[in-house]
């Protein structure tokens, strides 16, 4: 089964923090992405990446950015958190022609 | 830009019931329409998915339908039960290509009342 691992499942943090979000899989998966879920409003994508140390820009990038260095773990940025950015963040990673399986998420509050 | 809309945001049956969501997208070009279930606490995860060469595809009591002309596919569930209560998430691909760029609707909450 693939397995993809969100570091955390809640994290508190102080605005204009600089906040790091882990998510690793274990299938060698060469596409991952960040999503942010907030009621009423789906899920959206932040970021993703198709190979190591590659990004694209998903649909809100305004106020994050991301890493990856090695091809099982994608990191989320925050630069410097704000209120608005409290949410649930999840993970997801798949392969060509997969379907793509999310983590479990972590719910970030920015006080 | 392209969106997905899914109707309904709520939707409450009783147990035995069929249960049914709708949604439809923009892009002429998404060729694959995956639908996801998330239970409380956890990730979304894949109940069923279907590609645009096909025009129904069924799993047990899950049933997804796709009319690529009208753009718009649904979910049917027979025979609810009340562990079918969960947020349901559709989702079409952007564009044609393999990366697997999802665009999703924002959720149904389905309850399943014993």
């Known amino acids: 089964d693939v397995k993809v691992t969100q570091s955390s499942r809640y994290l508190v943090k102080r605005t204009g923090e600089k906040v790091f979000l882990e998510c690793v899989q274990d299938?060698?998966?060469?596409?991952m992405f960040w999503y942010r879920q907030d009621p009423g409003l789906g899920l959206r994508l932040i970021y993703f990446?198709?190979?190591?140390?590659?990004?694209e820009k998903g649909d809100i990038p305004e106020g994050y950015s991301v890493s990856r260095e090695k091809k099982e773990r994608f990191s989320l940025i925050l630069e410097s958190a704000s209120t608005n950015q409290t949410s649930m963040y999840l993970c997801?990673?798949?392969?060509?022609?997969?379907?793509?399986?999310f983590g479990d998420g972590t719910r970030l509050s920015i006080l | 830009g392209e969106n997905v809309e899914q109707h309904p945001s709520t939707l409450s049956v009783q147990e035995g019931d069929s249960a049914v969501i709708k949604c439809t997208y923009s892009?002429?070009?998404?060729?694959?329409f995956p639908w996801y279930k998330q239970e409380l606490g956890k990730g979304p995860q894949l109940i069923i998915d279907?590609?645009?060469?096909?025009g129904e595809k069924k799993d047990q009591r899950i049933a997804v339908t796709l009319n690529k002309t009208a753009k718009h596919f649904s979910l049917h569930i027979t025979e609810t039960q009340p562990e079918d209560s969960a947020v349901y998430f559709c989702?079409?691909?952007?564009?044609?290509?393999?990366?697997?760029?999802?665009?999703f609707g924002k959720g149904t909450k389905l309850s399943v009342k014993p």
């Open positions: 997801a990673s798949k392969d060509r022609y997969q379907p793509q399986h």
């Open positions: 299938m060698d998966h060469e596409n």
């Open positions: 990446s198709y190979d190591v140390k590659m990004k």
């Open positions: 892009d002429s070009a998404s060729n694959y």
């Open positions: 279907i590609r645009s060469n096909v």
């Open positions: 989702a079409a691909s952007r564009g044609g290509g393999s990366q697997g760029n999802l665009i």
